[in-house]
């Protein structure tokens, strides 16, 4: 018997387990765990046009109930990403999806006719909910309507059939009319879940990801998926375990992504990925 198969946004994935935005590095640093193809998809850091150095050291403090970090979308710029790093994600026999964040509309149009022309490129997640947008630069969503905007942007923008996923802010009094924004505007799944506005011990903003943010997650998750029961979602946020992945598959998530937990251990997806397989 084959594996089960998991449909979002009009793409066949190996499974409902993925990699979350900037939590994989390039790619190259989860396979010494396990082959990307185990996984149901590899979602990329934020590529911006240009590169970022990043923000000012440290970047990451842990916490007792996660990570604060202040990476400030460090990576390498869509030129090097296409020439080095694309090429290789591509044969590795998952879905890239690449995540993308950018300063103004005009911006997120021009990676998207790039990246949506470019080989190996399954799909693509636009970074909506930066915690520190006001600080790294980035367009700064603030209501349901400048979500739709980038994202009509970006669909405008890409060849026919290249899905669009939005990444929304995990805000309960807004998520559901943000979610519904987006997908009006075009996009074909939205992602629930990215780390919460915090501050580093300095004062710096910052995100919070990690187990302090699951039960948020979830209940946003549980709340788009009653609201909008045809949408696709994709849970993310805290999420450590294969007990967590299946809660948020219970709310109603179509599929799931795992982040913070592979910072503390790499081979957390891979494992999640083989549990809900029922692998040995």
Same mark, same amino acid.
């Given at each position: 018997?084959?594996?089960?198969?998991?449909?979002?946004?009009?793409?066949?994935?190996?499974?409902?387990?993925?990699?979350?935005?900037?939590?994989?590095?390039?790619?190259?640093?989860?396979? @010494?765990?396990?082959?990307?193809?185990?996984?149901?998809? +590899?979602?990329?850091? %934020?590529?911006?046009?240009? *590169?970022?150095?990043?923000?000012?050291?440290?970047?990451?403090?842990?916490?007792?109930? #996660?990570?604060?970090?202040?990476?400030?979308?460090?990576?390498?710029?869509?030129?090097?990403?296409?020439?080095?790093?694309?090429?290789?994600? @591509?044969?590795?026999?998952?879905?890239?999806?690449?995540?993308?964040?950018?300063?103004?509309?005009?911006?997120?149009?021009?990676?998207?006719?790039?990246?949506?022309? %470019?080989?190996?490129? %399954?799909?693509?997640?636009?970074?909506?909910?930066?915690?520190?947008?006001?600080?790294?630069?980035?367009?700064?969503?603030?209501?349901? +309507?400048?979500?739709?905007?980038?994202?009509?942007?970006?669909?405008? &923008?890409?060849?026919? #059939?290249?899905?669009?996923?939005?990444?929304?802010?995990?805000?309960?009094?807004?998520?559901?009319?943000?979610?519904? %924004?987006?997908? &009006?505007?075009?996009? *074909?799944?939205?992602?629930?879940?990215?780390?919460?506005?915090?501050?580093?011990?300095?004062?710096?903003?910052?995100?919070?990801? #990690?187990? *302090? =943010?699951?039960?948020? *997650?979830?209940?946003?998750?549980?709340?788009?998926? @009653?609201?909008?029961?045809?949408?696709?979602?994709?849970?993310?946020?805290? =999420?450590?375990?294969?007990?967590?992945?299946?809660?948020?598959?219970?709310?109603?998530?179509?599929?799931?992504?795992?982040?913070?937990?592979?910072?503390?251990?790499?081979?957390?997806?891979?494992?999640?990925? @083989?549990?809900?397989?029922?692998?040995?």
């Amino acid at each position: 018997m084959s594996d089960p198969v998991t449909e979002l946004a009009g793409l066949t994935l190996s499974g409902p387990v993925l990699v979350a935005s900037g939590c994989g590095g390039s790619g190259r640093e989860l396979t @010494a765990y396990g082959p990307l193809a185990d996984l149901g998809g +590899f979602v990329t850091r %934020s590529i911006t046009l240009n *590169a970022r150095a990043g923000g000012s050291l440290p970047r990451i403090v842990e916490t007792p109930s #996660g990570l604060l970090h202040a990476v400030g979308l460090q990576n390498p710029g869509l030129e090097h990403f296409l020439s080095l790093e694309l090429p290789w994600l @591509a044969q590795q026999g998952t879905r890239v999806i690449v995540s993308i964040a950018g300063a103004t509309l005009g911006e997120y149009a021009e990676l998207a006719r790039r990246l949506g022309r %470019s080989p190996g490129v %399954s799909a693509i997640e636009v970074n909506l909910s930066a915690p520190d947008a006001t600080t790294t630069g980035v367009f700064d969503v603030r209501e349901p +309507f400048h979500a739709a905007s980038v994202v009509a942007a970006v669909h405008r &923008d890409l060849p026919r #059939g290249m899905p669009v996923l939005a990444k929304v802010r995990t805000d309960l009094v807004r998520v559901v009319e943000s979610a519904r %924004s987006v997908l &009006d505007a075009g996009a *074909a799944a939205v992602v629930v879940g990215n780390a919460l506005p915090a501050a580093m011990p300095d004062g710096r903003p910052a995100g919070l990801s #990690g187990p *302090a =943010i699951a039960p948020l *997650a979830l209940r946003c998750v549980t709340e788009v998926c @009653a609201g909008l029961p045809d949408a696709q979602v994709v849970g993310a946020g805290g =999420i450590a375990t294969a007990d967590d992945a299946r809660a948020f598959l219970a709310a109603g998530a179509t599929a799931v992504q795992v982040g913070a937990a592979l910072l503390h251990d790499p081979t957390t997806a891979a494992r999640i990925a @083989a549990d809900l397989r029922g692998a040995p």
